[in-house]
């Protein structure tokens, strides 16, 4: 069995700055992920000025494309707003890659299935054992699955698909905002052009009577 002092399951940006950091604190960190990196992210690629800065990242010096603009349009509930710059996009593919692979930790693709706490230590299926755990999995997390189920039960809406899709850019970045249940993110993308990323939500109690929106994504959700 594998013993380490920090398990941190999930890879994205979340499970690999939380390993950065455990690292420069001098801890042995392993991060378990079900998926080998680079992997596909869908993502509208939107990341602002206080994401680089927490991140130390030097954009000069980022081995993959990026695209900073001075404002972003933003569209909620029929009202718009500009939002100032410097924004900046990025492809989730090569961004999340570049961190985990720079963040100083071992990587190990593993699928969790089985955590068990044994007295001050955790249990990952039969293979590591580990101090400290952090659940950086997201929606399907299995740390919060396994010991945060009951304590913190997720939210009752539920995504039911991503698309993101690039096309040659018309007009400047866009951020559309949370339409019932319908969101949609567009910005600018380095060479391509122009990012789309929709998220279709199962709507709420609340929201079922406010539109066809909602009737289109309970729709989506039986096919």
């Known amino acids: 069995m594998r013993r380490v002092d920090a398990i941190v399951v999930g890879g994205g940006p979340a499970g690999s700055t939380c390993a950065w950091k455990l690292r420069q604190a001098g801890l042995d960190v392993v991060v378990l992920d079900k998926t080998a990196?680079?992997?596909?992210?869908l993502c509208a690629g939107w990341i602002t000025p206080e994401v680089?800065?927490?991140?130390?990242?030097?954009?000069?010096?980022?081995?993959?494309?990026v695209m900073s603009f001075d404002t972003i349009v933003a569209h909620v509930w029929g009202l718009s707003f500009n939002m100032p710059g410097?924004?900046?996009?990025?492809?989730?593919?090569?961004?999340d890659d570049f961190l985990l692979r720079t963040s100083g930790a071992e990587v190990v693709t593993h699928r969790v299935r089985e955590i068990e706490h044994d007295?001050?230590?955790?249990?990952?299926?039969?293979?590591?054992?580990?101090?400290?755990?952090?659940?950086?999995?997201?929606?399907?997390?299995?740390?919060?699955?396994?010991?945060?189920?009951e304590r913190a039960p997720?939210?009752?809406?539920?995504?039911a698909g991503t698309l993101e899709h690039e096309f040659p850019q018309v007009g400047g970045p866009t951020c559309l905002g949370r339409q019932?249940?319908?969101?949609?993110?567009?910005?600018?993308?380095q060479p391509h052009g122009q990012c789309v990323a929709t998220t279709i939500q199962r709507p709420t109690d609340a929201e079922r009577p406010l539109g066809i929106a909602n009737v289109g994504a309970e729709r989506a959700l039986r096919r």
């Open 154 to 159: 997720r939210d009752k809406s539920l995504q």
């Open 86 to 95: 410097p924004q900046h996009s990025i492809r989730r593919v090569e961004f």
């Open 52 to 65: 680089v800065a927490d991140l130390g990242l030097d954009l000069q010096r980022y081995p993959h494309g």
């Open 119 to 149: 007295g001050d230590a955790y249990r990952i299926d039969g293979r590591f054992r580990c101090r400290y755990l952090v659940g950086a999995g997201g929606t399907r997390c299995p740390v919060q699955r396994s010991l945060f189920r």
């Open 37 to 41: 990196f680079p992997r596909l992210k």
């Open 180 to 189: 019932h249940a319908l969101h949609e993110v567009r910005v600018p993308r």
